[in-house]
């Protein structure tokens, strides 16, 4: 079992949809990371949280410590959000990472 | 804004070469990193430096090594490429491991070896 986890692994919405991407983890961490990768392969750090929620533009992270959660929100979905979405959790020196959710947003 | 730059975004090397992939970042970072990724597998930690001529092994170390002669460059080297080392190689920075920094990572280079 991968010590992160997200879900799903697949996601296609419609343009203005409310989206969700999940990543549980089973281990202890110091902060966790969601990251955006689009088609060829450039990462972006989006957030990084070690507790409660963070909002920027349409984007909002949330963590529950207690039960080792994030979830990553999209509102108001678009084609331009279609990317791998990756959540990272850092334990000690070293980011763990999640497979990533591969999201497509059609028009 | 930090960049990270790696050298290739596509390298075709034969198996049994030497190959290098280097990583230059421009803000000062000492702390960086490189990563493979494959399909399924998420990003897997090969090796970090958190200072010049210091390095660890990652999680997956085997069949490379690094090199960190200034604190601006890490370079990965795979001593004879085989083809089970194709996949997307990507270096990342941060300022340094004493508070929780977010990562910047290079654009990645897609390595395949035939």
């Known amino acids: 079992k991968n010590e992160v986890e997200q879900s799903p692994q697949n996601l296609t919405a419609q343009e203005g949809e409310f989206i969700t991407i999940n990543c549980s983890y089973s281990?202890?961490?110091?902060?966790l990371h969601w990251l955006q990768q689009h088609p060829g392969g450039g990462i972006v750090s989006l957030f990084m949280?070690?507790?409660g929620k963070k909002k920027h533009g349409r984007l909002i992270a949330t963590i529950n410590i207690q039960e080792k959660h994030s979830s990553l929100h999209i509102t108001a979905s678009h084609p331009r959000d279609s990317a791998v979405y990756i959540c990272a959790v850092r334990q000690g020196n070293k980011l763990v990472f999640g497979a990533g959710t591969i999201l497509r947003v059609k028009s | 804004d930090v960049k990270v730059t790696q050298s290739s975004r596509y390298l075709v090397k034969r198996t049994g070469e030497k190959v290098f992939l280097e990583c230059v970042q421009d803000m000062d970072h000492e702390n960086m990193f490189w990563y493979r990724q494959d399909p399924g597998l998420g990003l897997r930690l090969i090796y970090f430096?958190?200072?010049?001529?210091?390095?660890e092994k990652g999680d997956i170390p085997e069949g490379y090594s690094v090199s960190r002669e200034k604190k601006e460059r890490f370079s990965l080297i795979l001593e004879s490429a085989s083809t089970n080392q194709t996949s997307m190689y990507l270096c990342?920075?941060?300022?340094?491991?004493?508070?929780?920094?977010?990562?910047?990572f290079g654009s990645g280079t897609r390595l395949t070896v035939v």
């Open positions: 949280l070690s507790s």
């Open positions: 430096s958190y200072d010049v001529k210091m390095k």
């Open positions: 281990v202890g961490i110091s902060a």
């Open positions: 990342a920075s941060r300022p340094t491991l004493d508070r929780d920094y977010g990562y910047t």
